[in-house]
């Protein structure tokens, strides 16, 4: 029994007191829900991922983007490399991925944003006469990328073996900096070496009939509706990258 009628007022029992009291507690924890659910409507949360080479060259420009045109999306964003970043979006950890390569799996939806080459490198004065075909570079010093990154995992399938590096680094800067030394041979997106060929540090080794492809793409879970922010964000991301297809 809840209330008592006494001179024809309602008055409380104690188990409405109680009730009462607990019936506000849950009307103060449904407004905080209702306010907490309309702050992530006005401000959602995106989780970026970026491969390491795509983060070197456009994440920055992408970031002061974002935060121009979309001031009310809170951006989180993590730095690795590409496979590692295909398996968050899958586990649900990332939303947007950037990536060098194509995805591999069916679940992942991706767009081709910018389609360019990769560069088998060497310091100017390095002897690469003995590389007639794509194979014959495993006689020499190898610099390449961790396992899962799209460069090296490339790299692998088209020799079609796994090799093993003289070095392996997930640092870009750090195979730039060893091949301008002339520790050996380094294989790396276009993109990460074509400015140390213009100034005269370092110089293709061009293979005959042989073209190396490094696209980046914008990936996602299938399953995800692109739409609202996750769209707004993905097309600054296309802006930013997508001009310089060729």
């Known amino acids: 029994?809840?209330?008592?009628?006494?001179?024809?007022?309602?008055?409380?029992?104690?188990e409405g007191r109680q009730l009462y009291i607990k019936a506000k507690k849950v009307i103060k924890h449904?407004?905080?829900?209702?306010?907490?659910?309309?702050?992530?409507?006005?401000?959602?949360?995106?989780?970026?991922?970026c491969s390491l080479t795509v983060?070197?060259?456009?994440?920055?420009?992408?970031?002061?983007?974002?935060?121009?045109?979309?001031?009310?999306?809170?951006?989180?964003?993590?730095?690795?490399?590409?496979?590692?970043?295909?398996?968050?979006?899958?586990?649900?950890?990332i939303d947007i991925g950037i990536i060098e390569g194509n995805t591999i799996f069916a679940n992942i939806s991706s767009k081709l944003l910018y389609q360019g080459k990769m560069s088998v490198g060497a310091k100017t004065d390095f002897n690469?006469?003995?590389?007639?075909?794509?194979?014959?570079?495993?006689?020499?010093?190898?610099?390449?990328?961790?396992?899962?990154?799209?460069?090296?995992?490339?790299?692998?399938?088209?020799?079609?073996?796994?090799?093993?590096?003289?070095?392996?680094?997930?640092?870009?800067?750090t195979i730039i900096s060893c091949c301008q030394d002339g520790i050996g041979?380094?294989?790396?997106?276009?993109?990460?070496?074509?400015?140390?060929?213009e100034d005269g540090t370092l110089k293709n080794v061009y293979i005959k009939g042989v073209e190396l492809i490094a696209p980046t793409t914008v990936i996602w879970h299938k399953n995800r509706k692109i739409k609202g922010a996750f769209k707004d964000v993905i097309g600054i991301i296309e802006k930013n990258i997508k001009p310089k297809m060729k």
């Open 1 to 14: 029994m809840l209330f008592n009628r006494i001179n024809n007022r309602l008055l409380l029992t104690d």
């Open 30 to 49: 449904f407004n905080e829900f209702e306010n907490l659910a309309e702050d992530k409507v006005a401000h959602p949360t995106i989780v970026l991922g």
């Open 55 to 93: 983060s070197t060259i456009y994440l920055s420009k992408i970031l002061s983007d974002l935060q121009t045109d979309l001031p009310n999306v809170n951006i989180n964003v993590v730095v690795n490399n590409a496979m590692i970043i295909q398996n968050e979006i899958l586990n649900g950890r």
């Open 128 to 173: 690469v006469d003995g590389i007639k075909t794509f194979s014959d570079i495993i006689k020499y010093p190898l610099l390449l990328r961790e396992k899962g990154s799209y460069s090296r995992d490339y790299f692998d399938s088209i020799l079609g073996l796994e090799v093993k590096p003289y070095i392996e680094s997930n640092s870009n800067q």
């Open 185 to 197: 041979i380094a294989v790396l997106p276009d993109i990460m070496v074509s400015k140390h060929i």
